[in-house]
């Protein structure tokens, strides 16, 4: 599609900005740091445009609002950050289990508890996966850029609209607040075809043959929404037969698209000696090193760039594990991804974490001294 000229953007505005031009019509929330903006500019562009924004008592009523907005035909997205992401989940739940389509920001700062507000952090990693309770499949994505932002908030809102499924954005105080240049494609507007409101009439709302099309209340159809197990029109159930195929239902359309779901970025050498793998910030200082390593140095290192991290990109990093002999996991944190990463490297590469959680960034520096020993 055709650029138009670069836009100097921060990261909470590209998110707001990619939500609209995918659709997005309806935000409920409240404003909580580092996550305020995007209500900010939610509040401001979306009555012009024909959106509603709705400023909530709280974050559980927040997340409601959305369901509620998706239901009847709105797309709809709301935007927090650690404490906030939180009391959203039980809400959260109740979305996967009915299959309504909607979009969570979860600009992540220090915790637990309110922690440091202003302060960069990936401690939410894990809470994003098993946050709500149950055997539950989830979409996650992790930008690194502003630019990311922009069009990882659009593919957030198409696949929940295609898959009938939840997405958290997964952001990080610096990428939020973060400035850089962002070239939007003319027009703006990337949105995948909508599903036909007129559904056929063996309709099912919850067809196991496959994702079909959320009727939004009002149109002609009448069926049943509950966080219970139920049946293919709806109702609840407890027929063990019925509750082990609606819990394969949520898994399977995630397995069936997978390799649309699933983002990755590697840039380095073909047959690295040692490999980071990061998300989120931390992709920043660990490309500075590549690019410094590799393309003027020639190293045998190299970077895989995690845009999704839920479902995990399991083969990916098992691709990268039986070329590397080291695999470096830099996070904000006390360490939460490094696990999934040595369970998917199956021993054949050693993983070695690399962790910060004082408010700052993980610096080119420390990937250094941490690869050197590898590389001398």
Same mark, same amino acid.
Not at 28 to 44: D, K, N, Q, R, W
């Given at each position: 599609m055709p650029e138009t000229k670069p836009i100097l953007m921060q990261g909470n505005e590209a998110c707001a900005e990619g939500a609209i031009n995918a659709g $997005?019509?309806?935000?409920?929330?409240?404003?909580?740091?580092?996550?305020?903006? $995007? *209500?900010? !500019?939610? *509040?401001?562009? !979306?009555?012009?445009?024909?959106? $509603?924004?709705m400023q909530m008592e709280d974050e559980i009523a927040s997340m409601a609002a959305v369901i509620g907005a998706s239901i009847g035909g709105m797309r709809a997205i709301t935007a927090t950050s650690g404490p906030g992401f939180s009391l959203k989940q039980e809400n959260l739940g109740f979305a996967i289990m009915a299959e309504i389509p909607c979009v969570v920001v979860n600009v992540q700062r220090m915790g637990p508890s309110t922690g440091v507000p202003t302060a960069p952090s990936q401690g939410d990693i894990m809470q994003t996966r098993w946050g709500t309770h149950g055997d539950h499949p989830i979409i996650v994505f992790s930008p690194a850029s502003v630019y990311e932002t922009y069009y990882l908030t659009i593919a957030a809102v198409n696949l929940s609209q295609k898959l009938r499924q939840p997405v958290v954005l997964l952001l990080d105080e610096v990428i939020g607040h973060m400035r850089e240049k962002v070239l939007i494609p003319g027009g703006g507007r990337l949105i995948v075809e909508k599903a036909s409101d007129k559904a056929p009439a063996d309709w099912k709302p919850y067809d196991d043959k496959g994702v079909t099309p959320l009727v939004p209340f009002g149109f002609g159809r009448y069926y049943h929404v509950t966080g219970l197990y139920h049946d293919q029109y709806g109702f609840p159930t407890s027929d063990p037969r019925q509750v082990e195929r609606a819990l394969d239902r949520l898994h399977d359309k995630l397995k069936k698209y997978r390799d649309e779901i699933v983002l990755t970025n590697y840039i380095g050498h073909r047959e690295p000696k040692v490999a980071i793998v990061a998300y989120g910030c931390t992709v920043r200082s660990a490309r500075a090193v590549i690019k410094k390593a590799y393309w003027q140095n020639r190293l045998p290192v190299g970077l895989l760039s995690l845009q999704t991290i839920w479902p995990f990109p399991d083969r990916e990093i098992k691709e990268l594990a039986e070329k590397a002999d080291v695999i470096i996991v830099p996070e904000l944190n006390m360490g939460q991804l490094v696990g999934e990463v040595e369970r998917c490297a199956c021993g054949r590469a050693e993983v070695i974490p690399l962790n910060r959680y004082d408010g700052e960034m993980i610096t080119p520096d420390q990937l250094v001294e941490k690869m050197g020993r590898w590389l001398s």
């Open positions: $997005v019509r309806f935000f409920a929330g409240y404003p909580i740091t580092p996550s305020t903006e $995007v *209500a900010e !500019l939610m *509040a401001a562009k !979306l009555p012009d445009i024909g959106g $509603v924004f």
